[in-house]
């Protein structure tokens, strides 16, 4: 059976605890593809990379997406009302601010699929760690190698220049406010 349309400020209004750190994510549907209504602020500093396109709405509010594209290190900007197709297999950091909501559509992972999370040195921009997996859960798996990478103070230290990669994201606000 069909579920009913989803009220979005609705939902918020009564559901925008459910939006926590570090993530921030809801999984509001997931037969054919899966649907998150993602929240601010979050507190990762992982590149998320998998096999599949990511389509991205920022809802309220504006967002920064960290990418490495060709092996240089960007950000895009998601302002309020816009959208933006993430190609597959792109290392990307979703910096969500604080008071903003957005969603998120990503396609079922294939059997064979392996999402992986990347963690880079801000100093040097060396690899720092890997967490590679099959993607079944977007808002277990991810947080829990999130929380992982941060107590790990081992894995958090740069095989290049030995600075400890941060656990928080340095941009904390819009930089176009």
């Known amino acids: 059976m ?33 649907v998150m209504i993602v929240g601010g602020p979050n507190a990762r500093t992982d590149y998320h990379i998998n096999e599949t396109a990511e389509w991205f709405y ?20 998601i302002g309020e009302g816009e959208m933006f197709l993430l190609p597959p297999n792109t290392p990307h950091n979703p910096i969500r601010f604080a008071d ?50 941060r107590d790990d103070t081992e894995a958090r230290k740069c095989s290049r220049c030995g600075e400890t990669a941060d656990i928080h994201p340095r941009v904390q606000h819009d930089p176009a406010s």
């Open 2 to 34: 069909l579920s009913k349309p989803l009220n979005l400020p609705k939902w918020l209004e009564e559901n925008s605890h459910l939006l926590q750190p570090p993530i921030n994510n809801y999984c509001v549907y997931s037969e054919g593809c899966t």
């Open 100 to 149: 903003t909501v957005g969603i998120v559509l990503e396609q079922i992972r294939p059997e064979t699929s392996q999402d992986r999370l990347r963690w880079y040195c801000q100093n040097c921009g060396n690899a720092v760690h890997e967490k590679a997996f099959h993607c079944t859960d977007l808002g277990s798996q991810i947080k829990e190698a999130v929380i992982a990478f």
């Open 58 to 77: 920022q809802y309220r509010g504006a967002m920064l997406l960290k990418v490495v594209d060709e092996g240089e290190f960007r950000d895009i900007r």
